[in-house]
């Protein structure tokens, strides 16, 4: 599989396949007893160039902190045995030497026995003081031995309020050791002992290279069939937050020997090479080839028992990591950072990354496939009892999946599924979850967006995860959401939405939008026809390829009642939604389905009206009252709503 979402077709190679499948565990083994221990090379940064970046040596104080004895308060500096006494009832007069201490001010005069000497916050204790008393507990007494004087109303003891020399760091003490992590604090630490300049590990050095014929760079024409290069930015990104210095190369198409150069010419100037895509077993993945003539040992694993990430290819080559990640973006980025980012932490010096996790229910059954680890990742929303987990269903090619999720879970390979209800542990993606102001499940409409844009810039944190009508439905009766939006029509009734409301929900109307037929325009067998007879039309003719909508999508609802039980050719591509249906149609994968007419004028397309159907809105009647709900209704009844859904293609209702 290359960095692509479609294979290369080559009927005349027949593919390899993979013999030998390791699980998750022995791959990583074998991988990391092939790299480690390894000595990793270090250089010197001055501390504003060190933040990040792991020591790569112990680090001993040089000096004390504080160099001195130094006050904590602005006073006067004594001797705490002249006040042992001292009391509101028996105030103790003290002659004031004829000294000011402040910060940076070194003290010439002792404090002798009856005298005291002004001090500031942080100035340095004189010879003869032993404590500090505030200057709240004292008060001007006039003379005394021709000095003048002030008179205490309160004992000291030894010590008060005075910060000893190496109090905080003492001289030779180990300040820092070899593998800490360089943040502020440790910067403060180092400052503070006047240290500029520590050894760090240095970055291990990746180069970055995507392979495949049908990548094209952003910001560059998108040529027929082709894709933009999703990987290389986001393995390069994925390398520097990982700890190391990431160099993308570009991308080579699957030509072996413009490939081999590139990767020995990669290898020579780095110490990783990641490449995505050529990994499968296909006549046009060829990266695999090449690397056993690179070095010892060459390939450790080929083939892991990873859901999304079977291709997965690891290899070491003369002490090198080679990594060829799989395809898709998601599989690609599970694998990365499942099995590689440890060992790039180690070669960076850095200690092993700290996943933060939070368990949480998940809703709804997850098949998996038994024999593998299945990674699924999953957006987070706050339930009645806690955390509530839903899967992304939008598979291993996409790449918003890892944008809007907020974790993933794992499935082990001895499981073939996770029933509904399970608690599970999610890993997040960032150390911290922010739960969403607003959830909204149920079926996706392009005019959610508009309406929900006002309380996205405002601040508001809105989840809409798609799952059809009937699942949003199941979702606001089980607390899970705010809105669950729908398009359900009841056959007896003949109404929309009101019929499958249960108790505790309440319907808000939101707008109309006509469903119809879509086709391409100059599909000629459907001109002129109404939806009744454009769907008759293409069940007469075998050729006719249709394509579907999920189970559960309202559209699908009004589908198998035009086919009345006919399964024409299509019927089974049932994708979840109405841009994927005019996808299929414009790209000639299909002739006809259902979609929304915004849409269909988007595509280009020909659309056929059959119903205006009604988008409204089930409100978990607990959960009106809150502020980003209230925001979300007056967004939806506002003029500037209404008018956005309008120029958009759709009548508020």
Same mark, same amino acid.
């Given at each position: 599989?290359?960095?692509?979402?479609?294979?290369?077709?080559?009927?005349?190679?027949?593919?390899?396949?993979?013999?030998? @499948?390791?699980?998750?565990?022995?791959?990583?083994?074998?991988?990391?007893?092939?790299?480690?221990?390894?000595?990793?090379?270090?250089?010197?940064?001055?501390?504003?160039?060190?933040?990040?970046?792991?020591?790569?040596?112990?680090?001993?104080?040089? @000096?004390?902190?504080? $160099?001195?004895?130094?006050?904590?308060?602005?006073?006067?500096?004594?001797?705490?045995?002249?006040?042992?006494?001292?009391?509101?009832?028996?105030?103790?007069?003290?002659?004031?030497?004829?000294?000011?201490?402040?910060?940076?001010?070194?003290?010439?005069?002792?404090?002798?026995?009856?005298?005291?000497?002004?001090?500031?916050?942080?100035?340095?204790?004189?010879?003869? %003081?032993?404590?500090?008393?505030?200057?709240?507990?004292?008060?001007?007494?006039?003379?005394?031995?021709?000095?003048?004087?002030?008179?205490?109303?309160?004992?000291?003891?030894?010590?008060?309020?005075? &910060?000893?020399?190496? &109090?905080?760091?003492?001289?030779?003490?180990?300040?820092?050791?070899?593998?800490?992590?360089?943040?502020?604090?440790?910067?403060?630490?180092?400052?503070?002992?006047?240290?500029?300049?520590?050894?760090?590990?240095?970055?291990?050095?990746?180069?970055?290279?995507?392979?495949?014929?049908?990548?094209?760079?952003?910001?560059?024409?998108?040529?027929?069939?082709?894709?933009?290069? +999703?990987?290389?930015?986001?393995?390069?990104?994925?390398?520097?937050?990982?700890?190391?210095? %990431?160099?993308?190369?570009?991308?080579?198409?699957?030509?072996?020997?413009?490939?081999?150069?590139?990767?020995?010419?990669?290898?020579?100037?780095?110490?990783?090479?990641?490449?995505?895509?050529?990994?499968?077993?296909?006549?046009?993945?060829?990266?695999?080839?090449?690397?056993?003539?690179?070095?010892?040992?060459?390939?450790?694993?080929?083939?892991?028992?990873?859901?999304?990430?079977?291709?997965?290819?690891?290899?070491?080559?003369?002490?090198?990591?080679?990594?060829?990640?799989?395809?898709?973006?998601?599989?690609?980025?599970?694998?990365?950072?499942?099995?590689?980012?440890?060992?790039?932490?180690?070669?960076?010096?850095?200690?092993?990354? &700290?996943?933060?996790?939070?368990?949480?229910?998940?809703?709804?059954?997850?098949?998996?496939?038994?024999?593998?680890?299945?990674?699924?990742?999953?957006?987070?929303?706050?339930?009645?009892?806690?955390?509530?987990?839903?899967?992304?269903?939008?598979?291993?090619?996409?790449?918003?999946?890892?944008?809007?999720?907020?974790?993933?879970?794992?499935?082990?390979?001895?499981?073939?599924?996770?029933?509904?209800?399970?608690?599970?542990?999610?890993?997040?993606?960032?150390?911290?979850?922010?739960?969403?102001?607003?959830?909204?499940?149920?079926?996706?409409? +392009?005019?959610?967006?508009?309406?929900?844009?006002?309380?996205?810039?405002?601040?508001?944190?809105?989840?809409?995860?798609?799952?059809?009508?009937?699942?949003?439905?199941?979702?606001?009766?089980?607390?899970?959401?705010?809105? %669950?939006?729908?398009?359900?029509?009841?056959?007896?009734?003949? +109404?929309?939405? +009101? $019929?499958?409301?249960?108790?505790?929900?309440?319907?808000?109307?939101?707008?109309?939008?006509?469903?119809?037929?879509?086709?391409?325009?100059?599909?000629?067998?459907?001109?002129?026809?109404?939806?009744?007879? %454009?769907?008759?039309?293409?069940?007469?003719?075998?050729?006719?390829?249709?394509?579907?909508?999920?189970?559960?999508?309202?559209?699908?609802?009004? @589908?198998?009642?035009?086919?009345?039980?006919?399964?024409?050719?299509?019927?089974?591509?049932?994708?979840?939604?109405?841009?994927?249906?005019?996808?299929?149609?414009?790209?000639?994968?299909?002739?006809?389905?259902?979609?929304?007419?915004?849409?269909?004028?988007?595509?280009?397309?020909?659309?056929?009206?059959?119903?205006?159907?009604?988008?409204?809105?089930?409100?978990?009647?607990?959960?009106?009252?809150?502020?980003?709900?209230?925001?979300?209704?007056?967004?939806?009844?506002?003029?500037?709503?209404?008018?956005?859904?309008?120029?958009?293609?759709?009548?508020?209702?």
């Amino acid at each position: 599989m290359t960095n692509s979402f479609m294979p290369k077709p080559n009927p005349s190679v027949e593919q390899d396949q993979f013999l030998t @499948i390791l699980s998750r565990e022995e791959a990583l083994a074998r991988f990391e007893a092939a790299l480690f221990p390894r000595q990793l090379p270090s250089e010197r940064r001055r501390l504003a160039d060190a933040l990040g970046r792991a020591l790569a040596e112990d680090v001993v104080a040089p @000096i004390d902190v504080p $160099p001195f004895d130094r006050s904590n308060v602005d006073g006067f500096a004594v001797r705490s045995a002249d006040l042992a006494r001292a009391g509101e009832a028996a105030p103790v007069q003290l002659a004031l030497n004829d000294e000011t201490i402040s910060c940076g001010i070194a003290p010439t005069v002792p404090v002798l026995p009856g005298t005291a000497t002004a001090i500031a916050t942080g100035g340095p204790v004189p010879r003869g %003081a032993d404590a500090v008393v505030m200057v709240e507990y004292t008060q001007p007494a006039g003379q005394a031995g021709g000095n003048a004087a002030i008179e205490v109303r309160r004992a000291a003891s030894p010590g008060q309020f005075v &910060s000893y020399a190496g &109090s905080d760091i003492a001289r030779g003490e180990a300040l820092l050791r070899a593998g800490t992590m360089i943040g502020s604090r440790e910067i403060g630490m180092l400052a503070a002992c006047g240290i500029a300049e520590v050894a760090v590990t240095r970055r291990p050095r990746v180069a970055i290279l995507s392979t495949g014929d049908e990548l094209v760079q952003p910001g560059e024409t998108l040529r027929p069939a082709a894709i933009f290069d +999703t990987n290389g930015a986001i393995v390069t990104a994925a390398i520097a937050e990982s700890g190391g210095e %990431a160099a993308f190369l570009g991308a080579i198409a699957d030509n072996e020997a413009m490939l081999e150069a590139a990767m020995r010419k990669a290898l020579a100037d780095s110490d990783m090479l990641v490449l995505s895509g050529g990994t499968s077993k296909g006549a046009g993945d060829v990266s695999h080839r090449i690397i056993a003539r690179f070095g010892k040992p060459g390939i450790i694993a080929h083939g892991v028992a990873l859901k999304p990430g079977k291709p997965l290819c690891l290899a070491v080559c003369d002490g090198r990591p080679v990594v060829i990640l799989p395809g898709f973006p998601t599989s690609a980025m599970f694998t990365f950072h499942d099995m590689i980012v440890p060992a790039l932490r180690r070669m960076a010096g850095l200690p092993p990354r &700290s996943d933060a996790t939070v368990a949480a229910k998940v809703p709804v059954r997850v098949a998996s496939e038994l024999g593998r680890t299945e990674f699924v990742m999953v957006s987070l929303v706050e339930g009645a009892d806690g955390l509530i987990a839903y899967p992304s269903g939008k598979g291993s090619g996409a790449i918003t999946s890892f944008a809007q999720a907020d974790g993933f879970l794992k499935i082990e390979a001895l499981a073939d599924q996770l029933p509904a209800g399970s608690e599970a542990e999610v890993t997040l993606f960032t150390p911290h979850v922010r739960v969403p102001d607003l959830v909204i499940v149920g079926s996706h409409c +392009t005019g959610l967006d508009l309406v929900t844009a006002p309380l996205a810039h405002a601040g508001l944190v809105v989840r809409s995860i798609a799952v059809g009508s009937l699942g949003g439905l199941a979702a606001a009766k089980r607390g899970e959401c705010d809105l %669950a939006p729908i398009h359900l029509f009841d056959d007896k009734t003949e +109404t929309y939405n +009101t $019929p499958y409301l249960a108790d505790g929900l309440e319907l808000v109307p939101g707008w109309r939008r006509m469903q119809g037929i879509v086709f391409r325009r100059d599909d000629t067998r459907f001109a002129g026809l109404s939806a009744e007879q %454009a769907v008759r039309a293409a069940l007469a003719d075998p050729a006719c390829i249709m394509v579907n909508r999920n189970q559960g999508a309202g559209t699908r609802i009004l @589908i198998d009642r035009l086919l009345a039980g006919s399964r024409p050719d299509g019927y089974w591509n049932q994708p979840r939604s109405h841009n994927a249906v005019a996808a299929a149609v414009a790209q000639h994968r299909a002739d006809w389905g259902m979609t929304i007419a915004p849409v269909a004028d988007a595509s280009g397309l020909g659309f056929i009206p059959l119903a205006e159907e009604h988008y409204d809105f089930a409100l978990v009647t607990a959960r009106k009252h809150r502020p980003a709900v209230q925001a979300f209704l007056d967004a939806l009844a506002s003029d500037e709503g209404r008018a956005a859904l309008t120029k958009a293609g759709f009548r508020p209702a």
